[in-house]
């Protein structure tokens, strides 16, 4: 590391350009003219540290004439003149790591509104020095690995907040959030609320829900709080999205008519029970619905396959549901999105699912019985296909050579019989799972033009023959599984 100290000035002027990897810089107790000289430090590209104390110049020191600088990572400047604006301008200076401006005549408010230090590995309590940054009105502590108890933080100083993110850490809440009910601006301005996947305990903060009337979106996935959620006592129309998942939560209590015009509701990993509610029918700005890891059976009910218009995202996966998948009516034209599996669906895939341009269809381990239909390939723009793990008995159609789209292909643990079609093969799929059923016949040259394929999976068939040598020219061949032919 270069480091330099400057007691004569003019030679400092005369010597500059030989200068260019200089790291470290002091120029303190000199006499100069601040602009000539903030211009001559321009040829130091490399500077990292900047040393400017007890100095006297001519005029000010503004952040543009340093923020050149944009590798400085310490800039020392105690005792020396600087415009009175100089710190509105020095969030621009992202490399900036150190900041010592002891004694320079500053005056006004600390000029920080916004502290992001998301995505981060810092650890230990909050320090007690963000307290005085009183003029904040975001901060982002998410994503590192801070402890303590925020109720008694330095955090509960800064009544300004407007935005708070504090998710995915390991804080601690003994008791509740009673120390930001004050926070007015919190409370009434508050659109996003993320409490996931951190350790908060205590009682569910349920003023957060009470009084405030702009929020729309409330994740409270994975929480320990005790005690009821408590909803508003009136209707909620502002919040679009609740993620209410792997809360323990016993019944669905009726969304409808708190939260009427919610887009994403995600209810997963309960333990809800029983049929799904009748409710769901007067949700028609519903976009995506997870209902998936309970304990629910029954069919799925004609209020549901009618009702939801909106309908974009389904998942109802690793539940009890049974009978046939859906009514004989079925009226979700915008559904791209469909999760069935892990259930006890049983019967033949119906043909109501050929009106929907689904994009992903997963029905793996039901008790699906019967042929794959011929209208599969007029899905276009399927990009996955999961029907594994069921009873299927067919052959695979050559109506499957249309999904030019397809990315993804399981239909494997079924009775599968014939030979795989010659001309499947799909530009981009990546992953094909055939295994464990009754395939015949030799490879010929399926998937011959599937040069982006990653997986091919070909276990436990009655295929023959030799291993096409087309095999050897696949551009990302990972896992290939032959065995048990």
């Given amino acids: 590391m270069l480091t330099k100290q400057f007691p004569?000035?003019?030679?400092?002027?005369?010597?500059?350009?030989?200068?260019?990897?200089?790291?470290?810089?002091?120029?303190?107790?000199?006499?100069?003219?601040?602009?000539?000289?903030?211009?001559?430090?321009?040829a130091f590209s490399a500077l990292k540290t900047l040393y400017f104390q007890s100095s006297k110049f001519e005029g000010t020191i503004t952040v543009q004439e340093i923020y050149n600088h944009s590798n400085l990572e310490e800039l020392i400047?105690?005792?020396?003149?600087?415009?009175?604006?100089?710190?509105?301008?020095?969030?621009?200076?992202?490399?900036?790591e150190v900041l010592s401006l002891f004694s320079c005549d500053l005056n006004g408010t600390l000029p920080v509104q916004e502290v992001d230090v998301s995505g981060n590995e810092l650890e230990g309590i909050l320090p007690l020095c963000m307290g005085n940054l009183t003029s904040l009105r975001l901060i982002d502590l998410s994503s590192n690995r801070f402890t303590g108890d925020i109720a008694s933080s330095s955090l509960t100083a800064?009544?300004?907040?407007e935005y708070l993110s504090f998710l995915d850490n390991s804080f601690q809440i003994p008791v509740s959030f009673s120390s930001f009910v004050n926070f007015s601006n919190l409370k009434n301005d508050l659109r996003v609320l993320d409490l996931s996947h951190d350790y908060l305990q205590g009682k569910f903060p349920s003023w957060l829900l009470q009084n405030n009337t702009k929020l729309k979106d409330l994740n409270l996935r994975d929480k320990?709080?005790?005690?009821?959620?408590?909803?508003?006592?009136?209707?909620?129309p502002?919040?679009?999205?609740?993620?209410?998942?792997?809360?323990?939560?016993?019944?669905?209590?009726?969304?409808?008519?708190?939260?009427?015009?919610?887009?994403?509701?995600n209810l997963s990993r309960n333990i809800f029970e029983g049929n799904i509610p009748s409710y769901f029918h007067d949700m028609k700005f519903l976009w995506a619905l997870d209902l998936s890891n309970n304990n629910m059976s029954g069919e799925?009910?004609?209020?549901?396959?009618?009702?939801?218009?909106?309908?974009?995202?389904?998942?109802?996966?690793?539940?009890?549901?049974?009978?046939?998948i859906f009514p004989q009516v079925v009226n979700l034209p915008k559904l791209e999105c469909l999760y069935l599996d892990g259930n006890r669906f049983s019967g033949g895939i119906p043909d109501s699912l050929s009106n929907i341009s689904l994009l992903v269809l997963d029905l793996t381990s039901n008790n699906m019985s019967g042929k794959l239909p011929r209208w599969i390939g007029n899905m276009s723009s399927t990009k996955e296909i999961a029907i594994s793990n069921n009873n299927l008995q067919s052959s695979i159609l050559v109506e499957f050579c249309k999904l030019d789209n397809l990315l993804f292909l399981n239909l494997s643990e079924n009775n599968l019989t014939g030979s795989i079609p010659s001309c499947f093969n799909p530009s981009n799929i990546k992953h094909?799972?055939?295994?464990?059923?009754?395939?015949?016949?030799?490879?010929?040259?399926?998937?011959?033009k599937s040069t982006s394929l990653v997986t091919l999976d070909l276990r436990d068939n009655y295929l023959s023959g030799s291993i096409p040598k087309w095999i050897g020219t696949l551009l990302e061949p990972s896992i290939l599984l032959l065995r048990a032919n």
């Fill in 224 to 236: 320990n709080f005790t005690g009821p959620f408590q909803l508003r006592s009136r209707p909620n």
């Fill in 238 to 265: 502002e919040i679009l999205r609740l993620d209410l998942s792997k809360k323990d939560i016993p019944d669905p209590t009726n969304m409808t008519s708190v939260f009427p015009n919610l887009r994403i509701l």
């Fill in 300 to 324: 799925i009910p004609e209020h549901l396959a009618v009702g939801c218009l909106s309908l974009i995202f389904l998942k109802l996966s690793n539940n009890k549901f049974e009978g046939q």
């Fill in 158 to 161: 800064l009544t300004l907040l």
């Fill in 77 to 96: 400047m105690d005792y020396s003149s600087l415009d009175k604006k100089f710190l509105q301008g020095i969030s621009g200076m992202t490399s900036l």
């Fill in 432 to 448: 094909v799972h055939l295994f464990k059923n009754r395939l015949t016949g030799p490879i010929t040259r399926a998937f011959y």
């Fill in 8 to 42: 004569d000035s003019l030679f400092f002027i005369r010597n500059i350009e030989n200068l260019s990897p200089l790291q470290v810089l002091h120029l303190n107790s000199i006499a100069f003219n601040a602009n000539n000289l903030l211009q001559s430090l321009r």
